[in-house]
């Protein structure tokens, strides 16, 4: 299918999806290109979900394989989950990027080089023997090689510009290239880049130009005898935008903030990749937002649970080394029965690991890593946009049940993005608390409402309820250190009641594909997209699997053992060990297999789709 | 004047808990909690509006005692805790009651954060010099050489300086009392409890159990007033009996001089409060044996507290932006619509 672009002499061609990787070094702007991409992307209409991936180091060695970063999109016209399994389009900014990447370019793919960066240093510190735009190394692609370094600086000669700022905006020339290549309009970009450089018109400009140059070489370079039209994807009605995960899930505390009349507290302190959740909770005054960066991972969850104390919306945000500090005092959220927001966006560990990449590894820490009995509340958001509604619900049922919540998400879901369709607000479920206010009789802190099995919220200026909590053991009435061993073993289920209650308050989770089958396959957090694209292209080849997602780790939604013995096989894919699968397995005594990669990527639908594959052949060859 | 229901005045009675009292008999704790009991109706607050906040250790107790709000907490968070109680409602009056261990050990990290940040947090620190709830293990300001259960051979580290360090982190309040002497402590918690900011008190309290006599040199008749330096803004330091003794400065290095022939009234350093070098010179009396024991108003500016400046910025975004409107939020950036 081919139609004349009005106004353009080459054809225009319509494709269902793509899927794109830029890639260069630290310096040359790959996160930036790609996020525009994205933004123009998601604003055309299509759909669409992205994975930035960095390196660790600000600023590792120029042209060196560490130091290369790179950024992955796919769009499609049809409802997509994942940043696509192969790309089809590699921008490759220099040799080291080229030599990262190329492995995972589908073959016949498509290679977009700068080809002035291919000189013999970089091609040295990448660990090219022979340049391989000038051997036969690439000839299962489509090779585009351009010296973008002399058309930007022809195109920008008259500016005066230093060499750095002109070498500087060359990436804006790659993206020009590709929305011509596919199609897409310059505008918001344009508009982006006037805003970002507001200060420094002449960076404006030059970026400008090299934008469209980019975009004018395409229609006029004979290496490109065609470009590609994705159309509109048809998503459900509503108000969209693009959004990341941790911007997502900021929304959603402050959502839950005005949903609840509460002020909230946000307590965090500098750590990737979640610090982007305290930068925009932290533009978020003018919502009686007050946000603290703490001394330490310890001081900002003590903070949060001195605010919870004194009746804020309290939340702290950390990845897993932080997770790892503050679990004392979780212990003392628990046992104070306090709500209380706790926020992880996994990263590759143990230890500091690695910082920039993905993993699921700490669904053990949050479930056990505490001393004593100190079972709480887990949630997992599925997706970057279920981070907002996760963080809602995190914030719903800490104040409705009196707990602490953890909520886990990860590097993946947090800098990843996809449209997002804007909530009703007025459907979102209502925000509920345990505010107490003196009644005349004796004030017992520690009794509790039997529906929700929550102790009064009982915050210091109320008059006539001065009562003391701490961390020792308390009675179950009164709230007085309490030694009694009959009493300590009574709090101790009180507080596994507390968190098994929250059961009975949220939905039963739903089988995606048949109810019962040859293979479940079950999962939580970010796997949900490759799953659901596995499970997808193996039901369409008529293999009777279905996918269950959870986004409730503790308490399990109630249904889940009557879905598991449904199925004679449950593989659980996880970006660990094996963590999700041992708690079923152990829980349920149900025969779950594992699926895991520890490679600090997330999966491929296409890794899941050929494990399964394979173990429904092998059943029927044995 | 308006005939309303006039509050009845609180007293020590409505400051005084259900809960036994749980420290060693004959323990400076008792003193200092009932000097709080006492000082609490003082100050004209409503009941409701006091927290006192705690830590781990003997100390640590005290809130339980305290019929207001309180929070025993984990070990060496009570300073945390308080932060996050005082930014979440500024209109409390928020103490937090610690001891060496606590706050200068496990909690020091937080407790020079808190004492930079300046929330108007009051801090009773209560010095024992060693770790009586744990059962006698050396603390960071027990003295060089200490022979102590973990210590059989004396502790090598050098103590800190618990004025020092509040100065060097940046203190805007730094006063030392010491538990037998009621009234003083009374000012001091009442000057505490009046300083905007952060106001760090370092109470001498002896624990007889583990480390009697710690303080005995400003706490025994034979010795006392020729070790104890009360320190009154305005007023040469004076002391001894007679107070006939007095500190002298020679260029940095102070001294005890006797006003007679060599030195008159008039020689003797004047105290200032604001005098942050001045302080510096005080806190350097801590483990010395030849210069008395300040007690009193070490160091005092004032300063604006944290929690006032977070609280004017959340007001001048309102002002700027409005009141939030969290659909208007939602909707920031490019949107677009699927029909
Ligand atoms: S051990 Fe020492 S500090 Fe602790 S209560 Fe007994 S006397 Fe007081």
Redesign the pocket.
Known sequence: MSELKKGSKKALEQIEQVTIRFAGDSGDGMQLTGSQFSETTAIFGNDLATLPDYPAEIRAPAGSLAGVSSFQLQFSSKDILTPGDQPDVLVAMNPAALKVHLSDLRSGGTIVVNQANFNKKNLALAGWEQNPLDDASLDDYTLISIDMTRLVENALKELNLSGKVMARSTNMFALGLLYWMYDRPLESTQQFLAAKFKKRPEIVEANLRALETGYHFGETTELLPAHYMVPKASLPPGTYRNIMGNQALALGLVTAGQKSGLRIVYAGYPITPASDILHAMSTYKNFDVLTFQAEDEIAAVTAAIGASFAGALAITGTSGPGMALKAEAIGLAITTELPLVIICVQRGGPSTGLPTKTEQADLFQVMYGRNGEAPLVVLAAASPSDCFDMAYEACRIATKFMVPVILLTDGYLGNGSEPWRLPDLDKLRPMENHFATASGDTFNSFEIEPSTLARPWAIPGTPGLEHRIGGLEKDAVTGNVNYDPINHEAMTHRRQRKVDIVAGDIAPTEVYGDETGDLLVLGWGSTYGAIRSAVDRLRAQGYAVSQMHLRHLNPFPRNLGDVLVRFPRILIPEINMGQLVRIIRAEFLVDAKGLNKVQGKPFTGHEIEQHIRQILTDKKDG | MTTAAITPALTRKDFTSDQTV???P????YSVLAQAQKTMPELGRKREEFVFISGI???SRFPYYMNTYGFHTIHGRGTTIATGVKLANPDLSVWVVT?DGDAMSIGGNHLIHLLRRNLDINIML?N?R?Y??T??QYSPTSEKGKITKSTPFGSVDHPFNPPAVALGAAATFIARTIDVDGKHLQDMITASYHHRGTSFLEIY???????DGAFADVTEKATRDDQKLILEHGQPMLFGKHRQKGIHLDGHQPHVVEIGDQYAVGDILVHDKTDRMMALILSEFTYRPDLPTPLGIIYQVDLESYEQQVHAQMKQAVEKLGTGDINALLRAGHTWTVN
């Open positions: 749980r420290w060693c004959g323990c400076g704790d250790g003997c100390s001891g209560f024992n060693i009586g709830l059962k006698g309290q002896n624990c007889l159990i583990f480390n």
